[in-house]
C-alpha cells in the first residue's frame, strides 16, 4: 500500500505553517538555513508532510503540536 495524501489537510497544515512564518518575519531561506527543512516545498503542498518534520517545525516557532491543531482546527 502506497502512502495516503489528503490534499486538502496538507493545504490547511501549509497555510498555518505559513502563516507561522510570517508571523515570525521569517522568510523561506531563514527556515532553511536553521532548519534544513525545504519549507517552500511544503508550504506549496508539494509532498506529504512526515509527523516528525511537521514536530521539528513546530518546535521552530515554539509551538506544540497541540497547539498546532488546536489553531488549525479553529481556522
Known sequence: ???IKNTALLKKIALLLKQLREENNLTQEDVYYDTSIHIGRIESFKINITVS????LCDYYDVSLHEFFKKMDNS
Open 1 to 3: 500500500m502506497g502512502q
Open 53 to 56: 518534520t511537521l514536530s521539528a
